[in-house]
């Protein structure tokens, strides 16, 4: 909201260089209020709360020792990012700019949907008790209802990435200088983000579980690989792939997105197979998973279909018109196939807008 206000109070009277400045203090401003907000709150909870260092905690020590590996582990699709931005800067001119506005949306899904079922999965998933076994049951069962909340949800985001990229980039972006044809180059980037759209955003929910087993080693050896592993297919794919093919190197920049996706789904992989180690095997069922692609698919197709339909329609005109086919056709499809995600999605939905006044 800081930076929304920020744009529409200052942005008229000031050059592009100085809005950028403000713009910076704004989301400083809006983290610090972002903190505020929530301190009464707290403190209603907590009215002998008296913030204080023991370093001697054991409690206190555990957390300095776990925050390294954390902050690293969960900030690996930063660093990817800001690795594929680096190439990005060697390509023709215009590349950096779109993968700029591609990250930002492709990092939505996984800002919503998974990093907030994993947030809010972590403190139960390390509340099991009981025997190893027990404790693991524990564990796979909640694991199991995550994957499927995050899944039901990004499924459609990779395909609307993959088939629907452009009426998402113009309905954001499409106005002044950036052009339909902007948009399509900016659709090529996030076609590349749907390739590891869900494998990133299942990750977070694995590495939650090995939090929960107070083991935050494993999670940084596979982030760690993810990077070493992004880097090296992002040269490759932006770089001597685009030349190999014959076509223009400024499409080398979807090859970075396409290259971060595959490498996450290798960390995937690698974080899948360790926990099954741990706790024994864990994963959506089949026949779900099959379900929510088709689903998706489906959806996808209709709405690529209606988008010719409506092509003379003003950018957010055509994205209403063809982001609500989508939408519409994926929970009814879901909702026929009786996914419990899609009547639990619909009913909280339903709630809200009653207790709306």
Same mark, same amino acid.
């Given at each position: 909201?800081?930076?929304?206000?920020?744009?529409?109070?200052?942005?008229?009277?000031?050059?592009?260089?100085?809005?950028?400045?403000?713009?910076?203090?704004?989301?400083?401003?809006?983290?610090?209020?972002?903190?505020?907000?929530?301190?009464?709150? $707290?403190?209603?909870?907590?009215?002998d709360f008296?913030?204080r260092?023991?370093?001697?905690?054991?409690?206190?020590?555990?957390?300095?020792?776990n925050?390294?590996?954390?902050?690293?582990?969960?900030?690996?699709?930063?660093?990817?990012?800001?690795?594929?931005?680096?190439?990005?800067?060697?390509l023709?001119?215009?590349?950096?700019?779109?993968?700029?506005?591609?990250?930002?949306?492709?990092?939505?899904?996984?800002?919503?949907?998974s990093?907030?079922?994993?947030?809010?999965?972590?403190?139960?998933?390390?509340?099991?008790?009981g025997?190893?076994?027990?404790?693991?049951?524990?564990?796979?069962?909640?694991?199991?209802?995550?994957?499927?909340?995050i899944?039901?949800?990004?499924?459609?985001?990779?395909?609307a990435?993959?088939?629907?990229?452009?009426?998402?980039?113009?309905?954001?972006?499409?106005?002044?200088?950036?052009?339909?044809?902007?948009?399509?180059?900016?659709?090529s980037?996030?076609?590349?983000?749907?390739?590891?759209?869900?494998?990133t955003?299942?990750?977070?929910?694995?590495?939650?579980?090995?939090?929960?087993?107070?083991?935050?080693?494993?999670?940084?050896?596979?982030?760690?690989?993810?990077?070493?592993?992004?880097?090296?297919?992002?040269?490759?794919?932006?770089?001597?792939?685009?030349?190999?093919?014959?076509?223009?190197?400024k499409?080398?920049?979807?090859?970075?997105?396409?290259?971060?996706?595959?490498? =996450?789904?290798?960390?995937? $992989?690698?974080?899948?197979?360790?926990?099954?180690?741990?706790? =024994?095997?864990?994963?959506?069922?089949p026949?779900?998973?099959?379900?929510?692609?088709?689903?998706?698919?489906?959806?996808g197709?209709?709405?690529y279909?209606?988008?010719?339909? $409506?092509?003379?329609?003003?950018?957010?005109?055509r994205?209403?018109?063809v982001?609500?086919?989508?939408?519409?056709?994926?929970?009814?499809?879901?909702?026929?196939?009786?996914?419990?995600?899609?009547?639990?999605?619909?009913n909280?939905?339903?709630?809200?807008?009653?207790?709306?006044?």
């Amino acid at each position: 909201t800081a930076m929304i206000l920020a744009l529409i109070v200052l942005g008229p009277r000031n050059t592009e260089d100085r809005l950028a400045i403000d713009l910076g203090w704004a989301f400083v401003l809006g983290a610090a209020l972002q903190f505020l907000v929530q301190l009464p709150s $707290v403190l209603k909870l907590l009215p002998d709360f008296r913030p204080r260092l023991d370093a001697a905690s054991p409690h206190v020590r555990a957390v300095f020792r776990n925050f390294g590996p954390i902050f690293i582990s969960r900030g690996v699709v930063q660093i990817s990012a800001y690795i594929d931005q680096m190439f990005a800067s060697l390509l023709p001119t215009g590349a950096f700019a779109a993968l700029r506005y591609g990250q930002v949306i492709a990092i939505l899904p996984v800002s919503l949907f998974s990093m907030s079922v994993s947030a809010a999965e972590l403190p139960t998933l390390s509340s099991g008790i009981g025997s190893a076994e027990e404790i693991a049951a524990f564990l796979r069962r909640r694991l199991t209802a995550g994957l499927r909340r995050i899944a039901f949800l990004v499924v459609p985001s990779a395909v609307a990435f993959l088939l629907l990229g452009d009426v998402v980039t113009a309905l954001l972006y499409q106005s002044g200088r950036f052009h339909y044809a902007d948009a399509v180059y900016v659709w090529s980037i996030l076609a590349g983000s749907a390739v590891g759209l869900v494998a990133t955003s299942l990750g977070r929910l694995y590495s939650s579980a090995f939090y929960a087993l107070l083991d935050t080693r494993t999670p940084l050896r596979f982030a760690v690989l993810r990077v070493v592993l992004a880097t090296t297919l992002g040269y490759l794919f932006a770089f001597p792939l685009p030349h190999a093919l014959g076509i223009d190197s400024k499409w080398g920049v979807a090859g970075l997105t396409a290259s971060a996706g595959l490498a =996450g789904w290798v960390e995937f $992989v690698l974080l899948r197979r360790a926990l099954a180690a741990r706790i =024994g095997p864990t994963s959506l069922p089949p026949a779900f998973t099959v379900q929510l692609w088709t689903a998706a698919f489906i959806a996808g197709l209709l709405g690529y279909a209606a988008k010719f339909a $409506v092509s003379p329609a003003h950018p957010q005109i055509r994205a209403a018109l063809v982001l609500g086919i989508y939408g519409l056709v994926y929970f009814a499809g879901t909702s026929l196939l009786r996914i419990p995600e899609s009547t639990g999605t619909l009913n909280t939905a339903r709630r809200f807008l009653r207790l709306r006044p």
